[in-house]
């Protein structure tokens, strides 16, 4: 079963040359927050919360598995 953790998206942009939203994802676990740059293919009608549970469904899989390129940030 998988925990809920706090996510938050950061910089949401629409890519028009390869049609697809893009974010910087954060989720935090614990004391520690986990930065996953995250990309969905999506037409630019698709709505923000349809783009956004996208973006953060990528970052829970890689989060998940241990998966994709992260940067590490220690939450004091």
């Avoid at 953790?5 to 004391?31: K, M, S």
Wanted: aromatic share 6%; glycine share 6%; proline share 4%.
């Amino acid at each position: 079963m998988m925990q809920t953790r706090p996510i938050q998206l950061t910089d949401v942009i629409y890519n028009a040359a390869n049609q697809r939203f893009e974010a910087l994802v954060t989720v935090h676990d614990g004391e520690i927050s986990r930065k996953y740059p995250c990309a969905i293919d999506a037409p630019i009608t698709m709505s923000f919360a349809d783009a956004a549970h996208g973006l953060e469904t990528q970052a829970m899989r890689r989060h998940a598995t241990g998966r994709g390129t992260m940067v590490w940030v220690i939450v004091a």
